[in-house]
């Protein structure tokens, strides 16, 4: 089944503003943002209750009864810290939707660690957050140094945690970082403190201590987003390069499934600048994890995570599939994970510093150095009796196989990453790899660039690695267009 495609376009001269603009625009058409979402709490009237207990603090404790129903999706959480064991303050943690000033709700003693259950009276921002075409929320404002969008996905809306969220920030003119949770604060009001009663940092993800998130309630570097800083936490890929300056024309192209519509790739390109090799002006490449699994239920982590795909230098001919698995750099070290990612149970683990954050799948052509190098990534079946299948060696003239022998299929069902077993989600097979030698040397192989199979079977490249000398050789990611 064929693609469909739309190409989002900044004139040159753009500003950074206009970059979280474009993006916005291409995960609308992608069909990736929520509907708008109202009855946010951000602050409590009154609480009681708590008794005495012990003296820790509970991070993201869920109602045991409410006076309104809401979906499951989008619960309002609460901090409680004790002191001594008796309750100290009280915050919103996780905002919810769906609620009024004055509703209230009950908080367990098995969830709060008191002898006494705990009621809470909320107060409610009733403005609407994010649309079908907008950003959950985005702070974009002319000059912000470093503006953002948060991406509310919704992957599973009937499970607990079915709503993903990502945070797309500039760091400079050409390069994007991107972060990820199970749940954002969007509220930026008055509540920009840790008094009791509020909702801690503005515009922040939210969550339990580790499990979501860096921390809730201490004034770190970074806890915060902000448009005139960089964000710290949370990171998923730290940084996307998206072109090398703003003096041509950016394309972002979105790349949409057939099979799966939840499946888009999206791609970065300046196709004015001058160039012998594809790196040259196609830059960023990815795709946002975006489905559902058997391997785990939504009803107890989220679909973390996302998958960069890097096309390498002329003399490797080779794609990298680069998979974060989980939001990481929490509790001062870089390798540290949010276990609530559905793809963290691949992480293995050492108390709070998991050795793995991503892992990269390469992808080498099998038409140039097919004698792999590095045997411990994945190779495909191929032969090609004219290179490399004679008796002895390259050049033997002599004995070979029967040319019925040779092979070079087009790579369908991609795993997500062929280093999961076992593997939740395979890319839809309108999108695969494909080995290719031309007899030119020194040939452009660039984005839009189409490979004919037949008449009704035409892919067109989204990403390629190859080798120039002597031929054209090497491997390309494409997607079907007829």
């Not at 190409?7 to 950074?16: H, I, K, P």
């Not at 709060?112 to 404002?141: C, H, M, P, Q, W």
């Not at 703003?246 to 160039?275: C, H, I, M, W």
């Not at 995570?305 to 680069?322: H, K």
């Amino acid at each position: 089944m064929a693609i469909t495609t739309n190409t989002f376009t900044l004139s040159s001269g753009f500003a950074r503003t206009d970059c979280i603009e474009q993006l916005e625009d291409a995960l609308a058409w992608a069909g990736f943002h929520g509907a708008a979402l109202s009855g946010i709490v951000t602050g409590i009237s009154a609480y009681s209750g708590g008794g005495t207990g012990t003296s820790s603090d509970y991070y993201d404790v869920r109602p045991s009864t409410s006076s309104r129903a809401v979906g499951t999706a989008n619960t309002v959480s609460f901090r409680v810290d004790r002191s001594g064991g008796s309750v100290d303050r009280i915050y919103v943690n996780r905002p919810g939707a769906g609620y009024q000033d004055g509703d209230t709700f009950t908080l367990s003693t098995a969830d709060t660690g008191g002898d006494v259950a705990i009621g809470i009276t909320v107060l409610v921002d009733e403005t609407s957050y994010g649309s079908a075409s907008s950003f959950y929320v985005k702070r974009n404002t002319a000059g912000a140094t470093n503006p953002f969008g948060v991406l509310r996905l919704p992957v599973e809306a009937s499970k607990v945690y079915g709503d993903s969220y990502f945070a797309f920030q500039m760091q400079d003119d050409n390069t994007l970082a991107i972060y990820g949770g199970s749940s954002f604060m969007p509220y930026e009001g008055t509540n920009n403190s840790f008094d009791d009663k509020m909702s801690g940092a503005k515009t922040r993800f939210a969550g339990d201590e580790y499990l979501d998130i860096e921390a809730f309630a201490t004034p770190v570097t970074g806890a915060t987003m902000d448009p005139n800083s960089q964000f710290g936490q949370n990171k998923l890929n730290t940084i996307i390069d998206i072109c090398t300056d703003n003096s041509r024309e950016l394309e972002l192209t979105a790349f949409k499934s057939g099979e799966d519509t939840n499946f888009v790739v999206f791609a970065y390109r300046v196709p004015t600048q001058n160039t012998s090799y594809f790196t040259g002006r196609n830059f960023g490449c990815f795709f946002l994890h975006n489905f559902t699994t058997s391997l785990y239920d939504h009803d107890y982590v989220y679909c973390g995570g996302m998958t960069s795909i890097e096309a390498q230098s002329n003399s490797s001919a080779s794609i990298e599939f680069v998979t974060s698995i989980a939001p990481f750099d929490f509790s001062g070290s870089s390798n540290a994970i949010a276990k609530r990612s559905g793809l963290a149970g691949f992480a293995g683990h050492n108390n709070s510093s998991d050795a793995n954050t991503s892992y990269t799948d390469s992808y080498e052509a099998m038409t140039y150095d097919s004698e792999k190098s590095g045997t411990q990534d994945s190779v495909f079946y191929y032969r090609n009796n004219t290179l490399g299948f004679s008796a002895n060696t390259q050049n033997d003239s002599g004995t070979k196989l029967d040319d019925n022998a040779n092979y070079n299929a087009i790579i369908k069902g991609i795993p997500v990453c062929t280093k999961f077993i076992p593997v939740p989600y395979y890319l839809p097979d309108d999108f695969v790899l494909i080995n290719f030698d031309y007899a030119t040397p020194n040939t452009l192989v660039d984005q839009w660039d189409t490979i004919t199979i037949s008449g009704s079977e035409v892919y067109t490249v989204i990403s390629a690695s190859y080798n120039q000398t002597t031929r054209t050789r090497g491997i390309a990611f494409c997607a079907r267009t007829t």
